[in-house]
């Protein structure tokens, strides 16, 4: 189940559940049900309980999960934020079923509870909250009691992960049928604990129906894709990637790079260095070979043999002119291309230069790896791409721009295709914030695309393995220690 659905997809996905014949106040029951049991799972012995309800149907789940609650035993008590008597359709039936009372929310203070039932808006919040709800949320965080939240925390809006004004901050979440974007989003995947999905009926087939187009990255979306030895191949057969070097004093980035290639699984890397940084390079390489190239024209040159197949360029390279020459040389060659750094920092301002690069490029696939301020950079006109309202959209918007699959780093790094395919990833762990880990990150997504991985998901996977082997090693992490945990994680990907 990596579909992610936004909070219009959920939508669809329950009125064509109802339309075929699950009435809407099942689906609410059984939401309920699921969230009472990640409540009871969690206790031994009574537990003093607050649920609290909003006006509308992630309210409604409440009431449902009050009622269950109550049944089995514990002291619950229902704050609402509007009166039974003024819910509609399910909510109002829902609270029906309650036979307690319903006290005000305002004002509310968690005085003595044990556990709270986060349960005032659903993931379609479309207001910031304010006074005097904010009051409300701010003591449920104060709270030293365990707080499960339905479906998203209330102040996270379940499309971007934003906090909107002020939000929850839960120890876990229960969603339905599928995660959203704000599960994995920040600021709203720290405020969702652990998320528990949890089935209510919504048939795998009608999620299907709707097209969903982001997905968590996770090796159920390109495990098939991977490029994997076989006994009748040849080092050749595996691709060559090439790496541009900066000159004597910047050449660590692309030796990082290069080596991440080689673990990758590209069958040849080779360095392409400035003549005076030669030296540089090969007392510091041994399986990796390392070929003397003077900027775009030797680059053209060397360009000519077609068994070189893919190229990072851009790590610690220089910014300016020549950089942006070597990289319309790449792709004029119509060979893969994963454009970092400096390359990137050499095209700000100029988008349309950008595009003309990608295009010359077809059919060969781009993967641009900018951070924020790459990106700021390369997209940032006024009421541009980078003014979209989440970095969903942002990475999506500049995958269509600019034509090539756009990586936008970070902790919650996001994978976009131009065609509208987006993948969000949630696996990368904090010590990965670390110099030349994004030098790493390029190398492995080159070293797949050498190898002819498909563009899109060799960036997903390339990102994934970036992450899996960061969380491999653990605290402590240099960005030299990144390539030499790739075996590690082929392995699990393999078996």
């Not at 709270?116 to 005097?132: E, H, K, S, T």
């Not at 050499?346 to 993967?367: C, E, I, K, R």
Request: overall charge negative; proline content about 6%.
């Amino acid at each position: 189940m990596l579909e992610l659905m936004t909070c219009a997809e959920m939508a669809a996905a329950d009125g064509r559940t109802i339309a075929g014949g699950t009435p809407g106040i099942v689906l609410m029951e059984r939401a309920g049900q699921a969230v009472a049991e990640r409540v009871l799972a969690g206790v031994a012995g009574p537990q003093r309980i607050a649920v609290l309800c909003g006006p509308g149907n992630n309210g409604g789940d409440g009431f449902v999960v009050a009622r269950l609650l109550a049944a089995a035993g514990h002291d619950v008590a229902v704050h609402a934020l509007v009166p039974p008597d003024r819910l509609t359709g399910d909510a109002a039936e829902a609270a029906r079923g309650w036979q307690g009372e319903v006290l005000p929310l305002a004002g509310w203070r968690a005085d003595g509870v044990d556990i709270i039932v986060d349960a005032i808006f659903g993931a379609g919040l479309a207001r910031d909250i304010a006074a005097p709800l904010d009051a409300v949320i701010a003591a449920v965080n104060a709270a030293s009691a365990q707080v499960v939240a339905v479906d998203v925390p209330s102040g996270i809006d379940g499309d971007t992960g934003t906090v909107r004004g002020c939000a929850v901050r839960a120890d876990e979440t229960v969603t339905f049928a599928r995660r959203k974007p704000g599960h994995l989003l920040l600021p709203g995947r720290e405020h969702c604990g652990r998320v528990h999905v949890a089935d209510i009926g919504i048939a795998d087939a009608t999620v299907a129906a709707l097209d969903v187009r982001t997905a968590a990255n996770a090796p159920g979306l390109w495990r098939d894709k991977l490029p994997r030895p076989d006994a009748a191949g040849h080092k050749y057969k595996r691709g060559h990637l090439v790496v541009a070097s900066g000159g004597p004093a910047r050449t660590g980035a692309a030796r990082l790079a290069a080596r991440a290639g080689l673990r990758a699984g590209a069958g040849l890397v080779t360095v392409a260095s400035p003549p005076a940084a030669v030296a540089i390079n090969a007392g510091h390489l041994t399986a990796i070979m390392v070929r003397a190239v003077d900027g775009a024209e030797q680059l053209a040159d060397l360009l000519t043999d077609a068994r070189f197949s893919a190229l990072v360029l851009g790590p610690a390279l220089g910014i300016g002119e020549e950089t942006r020459r070597m990289v319309e040389v790449a792709a004029a060659a119509r060979r893969h291309l994963v454009l970092d750094a400096d390359a990137l920092t050499s095209f700000s301002n100029n988008l349309a230069g950008l595009w003309q690069v990608v295009t010359s490029a077809a059919p060969a696939g781009v993967v641009l790896t900018p951070h924020e301020g790459e990106f700021a950079r390369l997209f940032g006109e006024p009421g541009g791409v980078a003014q979209a309202r989440s970095k969903l959209e942002r990475a999506r918007a500049a995958a269509a721009a600019s034509g090539a699959v756009v990586v936008l780093k970070g902790p919650d790094t996001v994978i976009a295709a131009p065609d509208g395919r987006a993948a969000i990833n949630e696996n990368a762990p904090p010590w990965l914030a670390t110099a030349g880990t994004g030098d790493v990150l390029a190398g492995i997504i080159g070293g797949l695309m050498a190898q002819e991985m498909p563009t899109f998901v060799a960036a997903c996977a390339g990102v994934w393995m970036h992450g899996a082997a960061a969380a491999a090693f653990g605290p402590g992490l240099i960005a030299e220690d990144l390539p030499e945990m790739l075996p590690q994680v082929w392995r699990t990907l393999l078996d």
